[in-house]
Each structure stands twice: as structure tokens, then as C-alpha cells.
């Protein structure tokens, strides 16, 4: 799960920006948790569209 969407409850601003110590909490722990937790959407499909298109060249080859 990406931060950058989420909104805190305790001050209404999005968790990405820290304004308070609870988006910051809540900004570490999700760092902490998931290596991809910071990475944007966008940059997660373009990941995953290179690894399959590696499959697909790897799959091509062996046949």
C-alpha cells in the first residue's frame, strides 16, 4: 500500500506531507513495513510491465 493517497484522521492533510506526529508515526511504519510502500503507483505498473516483458523475452528464447 501506497501513503501518498492517505489522509489522517487527526489533522485531515495527506499522511505523505507529516504535518503531524501522527502522519509522521503512520509514514514511518508504512516505510518500514513494505519496501515499495513509498513507490508511486506509476512507477509500480512500469516495474511490473518490465519483469513481464523479461519473462517474455527469457520465454522466447528457450524455445
Known sequence: MTYDRLVCANCAGPVS?????VCRANRERLQQESPFGNMNPMALI???????AALALVAHQTV
Request: hydrophobic share 60%; charged share 25%; proline share 0%.
Open 46 to 52: 512500469a516495474l511490473l510491465a518490465v519483469l513481464v
Open 17 to 21: 506531507e507529516g504535518r503531524c506526529r
